[in-house]
């Protein structure tokens, strides 16, 4: 268990006990252990599909009608006033009370791969992953302002303060390497509104501290304060490690605060990151090849570039790995905006599903590309506002069928009405890729079993998967 005042009502029980207690000792630390690992050792409720996610977050909300979902019928409908019948009574950002006009789509669609997926012409390296992708045309959300849904998107809730999924994902699967963190975010930006994105959204909430998000610098030093102050060398930064981790165990034995525990294994953590992160960041041994792949250069704060990272640290275990792009918000323009911000991420992410799966890690990697929601169909001027009815989402890798979509929108790509899916419906096909089933993964706080997929109902999408 992991409130504190229980734990300390326990260490003053068996301090109190003798030596008659021991025995209850070791059960109780037998508990710590399964409360820190509710899955158990390697107990997952069953035969997970994918070991690690990568999430490339297209923070902005990118337009579907520009991307990914086709709608040639629009056209004959550009200019023309949007039927009542669909926005009557609905959320409009910034549009409330102004004359709503269809906006045709503003580039041109083709089928690509022997799949035929549809996509639009900003994509011309992501069209070769054609047969790669599960592009899901039927995401629908709750909140239609970016922060609450960046919020929304990554807790299951617009209510701040509640564990991310990345931090949820550790909590259950803890990490496969001791040398980094288990939760790394990166984020560049560029090609419309950059809007803010807080450090929250890869919190841990609730959850003790030790699961949430790290976030790595795209460019200069990656982490800050990592690297030893001059004259001072790996045996004395050691010393200071060993003595400060033991005033901490003192304070712990009194305590038994898992907080304390947290910190102790920070302090061991960025200790090994001293010599883990530059290694991790020095790209010189990378293949030509594969740096012109990626078409960065290495280090310069590009999408790109955080994607070669992203491989990197999806090489050395690292678990969950989030690359925001900045610059997805076109209230004006978006027909210009889009295709700036597509060519900013369209070469990198390619070149992240192809490096990862001709080294055959593919297979047990869940790539994700999205944002936190769509674009109206209605004008906003020369752009488009925010919408949440109806957008598309794609995934690539191991348990997500190749070369397939799967929903629809309406005519005029305003609402999900064909297999639509919720935001926390993907929160479950994520974590039942992994192993988790949602309905069986929670924590308890003040009282109450909290779970990332909430109290509502939430599906796993059998219907993307491999058999």
Not at 41 to 51: A, D, E, M, T, V
Not at 261 to 277: H, L, N
Not at 359 to 378: A, H, K, Y
Not at 402 to 420: H, I, P, Q
Request: some cysteine; overall charge neutral; aromatic content about 8%.
């Amino acid at each position: 268990m992991f409130p504190i005042q229980n734990e300390m009502a326990r260490r003053t029980f068996l301090r109190r006990g003798g030596l008659g207690t021991i025995a209850l000792t070791s059960l109780f630390r037998a508990n710590d252990s399964a409360a820190a690992a509710p899955l158990g050792s390697g107990g997952l409720h069953h035969r997970p599909r994918i070991k690690r996610v990568i999430h490339l977050y297209m923070a902005g909300g990118p337009s579907h009608l520009e991307t990914f979902d086709y709608k040639p019928e629009m056209a004959k409908y550009d200019g023309q006033p949007m039927p009542q019948s669909l926005t009557d009574g609905q959320p409009i950002a910034q549009l409330q009370g102004k004359s709503l006009k269809v906006m045709a789509p503003q580039h041109p669609f083709a089928r690509h791969g022997e799949s035929g997926l549809w996509m639009s012409s900003v994509f011309k390296h992501t069209a070769s992953l054609a047969d790669d992708m599960c592009v899901i045309k039927s995401m629908h959300t709750e909140q239609i302002n970016h922060d609450p849904a960046h919020t929304f998107f990554n807790t299951g809730t617009a209510i701040s303060g509640r564990p991310s999924m990345g931090a949820w994902v550790m909590y259950g699967l803890g990490a496969e390497t001791q040398e980094l963190p288990g939760f790394i975010v990166l984020t560049s930006e560029g090609g419309g509104q950059s809007q803010p994105i807080s450090s929250r959204q890869w919190h841990s909430g609730f959850l003790p501290s030790r699961y949430q998000g790290v976030q790595m610098h795209a460019t200069g030093n990656p982490v800050h304060y990592v690297g030893n102050p001059a004259g001072v060398g790996p045996r004395q930064q050691r010393e200071v490690v060993d003595a400060v981790s033991r005033i901490n165990s003192l304070r712990n034995q009194v305590l038994d605060d898992p907080e304390i525990a947290t910190r102790i294994s920070g302090y061991e953590m960025a200790f090994r990151m001293q010599t883990s992160v530059p290694e991790l960041t020095d790209m010189s041994g990378e293949p030509e090849h594969i740096v012109k792949m990626y078409g960065c250069t290495p280090g310069d704060g590009s999408f790109g570039s955080n994607c070669l990272l992203a491989r990197r640290l999806a090489e050395r275990g690292v678990r969950f790995i989030q690359l925001y792009h900045r610059g997805w918000d076109h209230h004006g323009g978006v027909k210009n905006g889009v295709a700036k911000t597509a060519s900013l991420v369209d070469q990198g992410t390619a070149a992240l599903v192809n490096d990862l799966k001709q080294r055959g890690m593919l297979e047990d990697t869940l790539i994700v590309w999205g944002g936190e929601f769509g674009r109206t169909p209605m004008a906003q001027g020369s752009g488009r506002d925010h919408h949440i009815n109806g957008f598309s989402l794609w995934m690539a890798g191991g348990g997500v069928k190749a070369g397939s979509s799967y929903g629809a929108t309406d005519e005029f790509g305003y609402n999900a009405v064909e297999n639509k899916v919720h935001v926390r419906d993907f929160h479950a096909t994520m974590l039942h890729l992994l192993g988790i089933d949602h309905n069986r993964f929670s924590y308890k706080f003040q009282g109450l079993d909290f779970r990332l997929t909430g109290v509502e109902p939430a599906h796993v999408i059998h219907d993307i998967l491999n058999t």
